[in-house]
């Protein structure tokens, strides 16, 4: 659970301390499990409605409710959640599984359009208030434009992971066209996310957030090296690609060739394991060397930052940014001036990442200069 004080109208929050927080990362897996449960239940949705015996003008109700619980939702999130937060989201999460819950005994429901609008309406509650609250929790830390904004893009990508949702769904439809497994997914994801928010006793940032500081005694690498090791599993896979599609011989395993390539396969295998475990070192390590170059609290702690790094959507190009905004502070207050383009990094954190992460580690090695910083 978070590590709350007395609230602070001059407190600042920065990304670190947004993701330092249970609550953040409650929020974020809520919001997940929303998304992925209302992408499925939707994907789906018509076929069940037309199995159960509803038809099109039917169907249409649901939707209509589903619109008409967006303006719900928004009521919800500005003015209930703004000073009860964790109510404004688990009320609604809790009054759409029991009216979700009812299909499973009575599948004829489906076919009434006054439970389709009454589901339909708290669908789309649910659906709303999520990403309309939690940019209100977020805003009232008062964080700097880049920290909101990177904090809340992480929180988006919950959207981007719901569009693996209709495959999962549909082999739960496969299962009973009649939409009962589909409906207790719905429910189950509803509670779960029930669940993540019941500990969370105040879902504003409007507290003084936890002090944390986890230093590591700086160390200079060579960016081209780390570009380098973090690309080669890259190329490796692209050659080995041309190999099996641009030079295939009639009978692969009767020249050998079959051997080959599986062998070659395991290696780059080993090799792309290999780059990915020193990404989640590099990501350690270069939080850690910058909090032990000067206290900051946008530094995530380095476990943090490794857990985010290869586990969160975005999560790298994100914590790059922040990265590079904090290091370029730094410079100017040094007289080194701006150290890193953050435009230029944002476009290769997202077009090829071991380029943005070779430019950190390059202007980090320039913040270190004058330091005791080690040499690798």
Same mark, same amino acid.
């Given at each position: 659970m978070?590590?709350?004080?007395q609230?602070?109208?001059?407190?600042?929050?920065?990304?670190?301390?947004?993701?330092?927080?249970?609550?953040?990362?409650?929020?974020?897996?809520?919001?997940?499990?929303?998304?992925?449960?209302?992408?499925g239940?939707?994907?789906?949705?018509?076929?069940?409605?037309?199995?159960?015996g509803?038809?099109?003008?039917?169907?249409?109700?649901?939707?209509?409710?589903?619109?008409?619980?967006?303006?719900?939702?928004?009521?919800?999130?500005?003015?209930?959640?703004?000073?009860?937060?964790?109510?404004?989201?688990?009320?609604?999460?809790?009054?759409?599984a029991?009216?979700?819950?009812?299909?499973?005994?009575?599948?004829?429901?489906?076919?009434?359009?006054v439970?389709?609008?009454? =589901?339909?309406?708290l669908?789309?509650?649910?659906?709303? +208030?999520?990403?309309? *609250? /939690? @940019?209100? &929790?977020?805003v009232?830390?008062?964080?700097?434009?880049?920290?909101?904004?990177?904090?809340?893009?992480?929180?988006?990508?919950?959207?981007?992971?719901?569009?693996?949702?209709?495959s999962?769904?549909?082999?739960?439809?496969?299962?009973d066209?009649?939409?009962?497994?589909?409906?207790?997914?719905?429910?189950?994801?509803?509670?779960?996310?029930?669940?993540?928010?019941?500990?969370?006793?105040?879902?504003?940032?409007?507290d003084?957030?936890?002090?944390?500081?986890?230093?590591?005694?700086?160390?200079?690498?060579?960016?081209?090296?780390?570009?380098a090791?973090?690309?080669?599993p890259?190329?490796?896979?692209?050659l080995?690609?041309?190999g099996?599609?641009?030079?295939?011989?009639?009978?692969?395993?009767?020249?050998?060739? =079959?051997?080959?390539?599986?062998?070659?396969?395991?290696? +780059?295998?080993?090799? *792309? /394991? @290999?780059? &990915?475990?020193?990404l989640?070192?590099?990501?350690?390590?270069?939080?850690?060397?910058?909090?032990?170059?000067?206290p900051?609290?946008?530094?995530?702690?380095?476990?943090?930052?490794?857990?985010?790094?290869?586990?969160?959507?975005?999560?790298?190009?994100?914590?790059?940014?922040t990265?590079?905004?904090?290091?370029?502070?730094?410079?100017?207050?040094?007289g080194?001036g701006?150290?890193?383009?953050?435009?230029?990094?944002?476009?290769?954190?997202?077009?090829?990442?071991?380029?943005?992460?070779?430019?950190?580690?390059?202007?980090?090695?320039?913040?270190?200069?004058?330091?005791?910083?080690?040499?690798?």
């Amino acid at each position: 659970m978070d590590n709350t004080s007395q609230p602070s109208s001059k407190v600042e929050w920065t990304l670190a301390d947004f993701l330092g927080t249970y609550r953040y990362w409650a929020l974020f897996l809520a919001s997940l499990l929303v998304a992925v449960s209302g992408q499925g239940l939707t994907t789906v949705f018509p076929l069940i409605a037309r199995e159960t015996g509803s038809d099109y003008q039917t169907v249409a109700i649901f939707y209509l409710g589903s619109n008409a619980g967006w303006i719900i939702g928004a009521f919800l999130a500005f003015v209930v959640a703004s000073r009860h937060g964790r109510p404004a989201l688990i009320v609604p999460l809790f009054v759409c599984a029991l009216v979700a819950v009812s299909v499973v005994p009575a599948p004829a429901l489906w076919a009434s359009p006054v439970f389709l609008f009454l =589901f339909g309406s708290l669908f789309g509650t649910v659906r709303a +208030v999520f990403p309309l *609250a /939690i @940019a209100i &929790f977020l805003v009232g830390g008062r964080p700097g434009k880049i920290d909101f904004g990177c904090a809340f893009t992480l929180m988006s990508t919950t959207i981007l992971t719901s569009a693996f949702a209709p495959s999962g769904v549909s082999w739960l439809y496969q299962a009973d066209q009649g939409g009962v497994p589909v409906i207790l997914g719905f429910l189950s994801c509803l509670v779960i996310a029930i669940i993540l928010l019941l500990p969370t006793q105040h879902l504003a940032f409007d507290d003084t957030p936890r002090r944390r500081h986890r230093p590591i005694a700086p160390q200079k690498r060579s960016p081209l090296m780390v570009a380098a090791i973090l690309t080669t599993p890259l190329v490796l896979i692209f050659l080995l690609t041309l190999g099996v599609y641009g030079f295939q011989v009639d009978n692969l395993e009767a020249n050998g060739y =079959f051997e080959i390539m599986l062998l070659l396969a395991l290696l +780059v295998l080993v090799i *792309a /394991i @290999a780059a &990915f475990i020193y990404l989640a070192y590099w990501s350690y390590r270069i939080h850690g060397e910058l909090a032990g170059a000067a206290p900051s609290q946008r530094l995530l702690t380095p476990l943090a930052a490794m857990l985010v790094t290869i586990l969160v959507p975005l999560g790298l190009p994100v914590l790059l940014v922040t990265l590079a905004d904090l290091l370029n502070d730094r410079g100017s207050k040094s007289g080194k001036g701006r150290l890193i383009s953050i435009p230029w990094l944002a476009f290769w954190s997202f077009l090829f990442p071991p380029i943005a992460i070779a430019l950190v580690q390059n202007a980090a090695n320039k913040s270190y200069d004058g330091s005791s910083a080690e040499v690798a």
